[in-house]
């Protein structure tokens, strides 16, 4: 019998409802299903990174700084992508990967090219993806999974594998499909790991795509790898995981695969983001072996389990949440937010408002209407703006044409001038960072998985706060304030920036259509949407 979950189960007790899932359970009976008989076997993370090349280059700084982690911020999209490359090309003994999207594209295929490569010289890779956003085919992943260093491993997969019927399985089981794994760590032989918000996608390493995404990841070096380790294995020997050979092997979506396969044959000819890396490669490699940049400092990772809510809990699992309201409490001058994805409620405003009347400047930079790519988000948090403003809260949105780091070189093909941020930083009293995948917004909170560091350095969260400063500004970012006459409050919201040097203002959101402006009032006026933002 279907069980029928979420705000939306109601609709679905009625007769009408019982009649539709019966004729939707009968559409799905000749549907490809996940296969429910296969279980993987356990398998755990390489724990001697001494007897490597990148443990044993790590030996003399680690002992320099016992106890102490090494970080070192990666700034921008071809760097993020060039390392990972780097780091897959270094590595002797293993590979976890661990990501909520990794697309079929320029990037994609580049990265896997490297990932092959590695298996090929007896490297063990494992590979988790989450189900839900998954664009490689099951007939690529397959392959792909067929090397025999190689694993892949399906999180949460959706039961009926054609996308067609994803939605209508969500309202009748979005308790347990709703549930999705953000994490984003790519880690090479139990010694050093990327962590922070980029997926892999052309979007977030400069390539070719509609607009790309300003965001920030982290090399981390030493003990905390332990701490990533233990995680991954957490994930991949999970009951919510599956092998990828419970999918349906045979299904492949029309044309993904030879595209693929065309970018792929394209990277190994020397072509896209492989002639940006032929020219850098033993740069980033002599960077990753001599340990440059990095700062050593105390942090860990703190991630989320992978199944949050336990059958008959009545709360779910919340180490992230937990850890950054522990921060809040020590901060006494200024925490800065750069998220993504805002969405306060009533108790986060209330919570941030506190911290102004208690002498705490609170800075918080989030997408803009034009920018945002979520545009059920930014109705979530739009309600909230005049009510932040009021209590305190300084409120800046990223436009869409800031511009972003720019990247030391350029091969891929032609990035989109249009910016979006994706970034998820928090930086206590400039000392204390946090960088991750989690967002503040209620599936950040409540129901996605989320994994990050938090870490304990006033050298680090001045070179964050030396990039963020630059997207906070006018150039880059509106500042939003209440309208007011003669200093009385009027209601209403002004934005303000620069343009061409010169100071300008508005009383409507800047540089958005009225498609997205007809978008954000229709997903305003859905009950209850705000619980799964």
């Known amino acids: 019998m279907v069980r029928v979950e979420g705000c939306l189960g109601a609709a679905f007790r009625t007769l009408a409802g019982q009649l539709l899932a019966i004729g939707l359970a009968a559409l799905l009976a000749g549907c490809a299903t996940l296969r429910g008989d296969l279980r993987p076997q356990p398998s755990y993370a390489f724990d001697q990174p001494e007897v490597t090349s990148l443990g044993r280059a790590y030996a003399k700084p680690q002992a320099l700084h016992p106890g102490l982690s090494g970080f070192r911020l990666i700034n921008n999209g071809v760097s993020a992508l060039m390392t990972r490359a780097a780091m897959a090309d270094l590595a002797e003994r293993s590979i976890d990967v661990q990501y909520y999207i990794f697309d079929p594209d320029e990037s994609g295929a580049f990265l896997l090219g490297r990932l092959m490569a590695a298996a090929e010289r007896g490297v063990q890779v494992r590979i988790l993806l989450d189900d839900y956003p998954l664009a490689l085919d099951e007939a690529t992943l397959a392959a792909i999974d067929a090397h025999p260093l190689v694993e892949v491993r399906i999180f949460n997969p959706y039961r009926y594998r054609n996308r067609v019927f994803r939605s209508m399985e969500s309202l009748f089981n979005l308790e347990q499909v709703g549930r999705r794994m953000h994490n984003k760590v790519f880690a090479v032989d139990g010694q050093i790991a990327i962590l922070g918000g980029r997926n892999i996608s052309n979007q977030y390493m400069e390539g070719e795509a509609d607009a790309n995404f300003r965001d920030i990841d982290v090399l981390a070096a030493g003990p905390v790898l332990k701490e990533v380790a233990a995680s991954f294995d957490s994930y991949w020997n999970s009951s919510i995981v599956v092998p990828v050979a419970a999918l349906d092997p045979t299904r492949a979506e029309a044309g993904v695969d030879s595209r693929f396969e065309a970018l792929r044959a394209e990277a190994a000819a020397g072509h896209g983001p492989y002639a940006e890396y032929v020219l850098r490669k033993n740069d980033f490699m002599r960077r990753l072996l001599g340990a440059d940049g990095m700062i050593w ?137 946090w960088i991750g995948s989690a967002n503040f917004d209620p599936r950040s909170r409540h129901i996605n998985t989320e994994s990050g560091l938090l870490i304990e350095s006033d050298v680090l969260a001045a070179r964050i706060m030396s990039s963020v400063e630059r997207d906070f500004s006018l150039a880059h970012s509106w500042m939003l304030s209440l309208r007011r006459d003669n200093e009385a409050v009027l209601g209403g919201l002004v934005w303000k920036g620069e343009i061409d040097g010169k100071e300008v203002s508005f009383d409507y959101e800047p540089g958005a259509s009225l498609l997205r402006h007809l978008g954000v009032l229709f997903y305003s006026l859905i009950p209850g949407i705000e619980d799964l933002l």
């Open 297 to 433: 400092a105390k942090g860990r990772a703190i991630v989320e389990p992978p199944v949050r809510r336990v059958e008959g809990a009545s709360k779910s699992s919340a180490e992230i949440a937990r850890a950054l309201a522990i921060a809040r409490l020590g901060t006494s001058n200024e925490i800065v937010y750069q998220v993504a994805y805002f969405v306060p409620g009533e108790k986060g405003v209330r919570v941030l408002s506190d911290m102004v009347a208690r002498g705490v400047r609170v800075r918080v930079l989030t997408n803009s209407l034009a920018s945002t790519d979520v545009l059920a988000v930014h109705a979530g948090y739009a309600r909230y703006r005049e009510s932040l403003l009021r209590g305190g809260i300084e409120l800046h949105e990223y436009r869409a044409d800031a511009k972003r780091p720019e990247p030391a070189g350029h091969r891929m093909r032609r990035a989109s001038s249009g910016s979006a941020l994706h970034a998820k930083i928090v930086i206590h009293d400039r000392k204390l960072v």
